[in-house]
């Protein structure tokens, strides 16, 4: 099997848009709901990325890394 290196969880970056995503954004060290994402999530989110339809993950991606 793989091994992969230990993180903690506030080492994640994480993004969401539906209720389903709720716990993961909770739960992670930067959390992004898309521009298009359901109420409930962009108040938790610490961040709002650009909408899935103008290809937010990645704008965000480029930025940070």
């Known amino acids: 099997g793989?091994?992969?290196?230990?993180?903690?969880?506030?080492?994640?970056?994480?993004?969401?848009?539906?209720?389903?995503?709720?716990?993961?954004?909770?739960?992670?060290?930067?959390?992004?709901a898309m521009e298009n994402a359901h109420d409930e999530i962009k108040k938790i989110a610490k961040y709002i990325a650009p909408s899935n339809d103008d290809e937010g993950v990645m704008q965000v991606l480029k930025k940070i890394l």
């Open 2 to 32: 793989h091994s992969f290196p230990t993180r903690r969880s506030s080492d994640l970056v994480a993004f969401g848009d539906y209720m389903n995503d709720y716990e993961m954004l909770q739960n992670c060290g930067e959390s992004y």
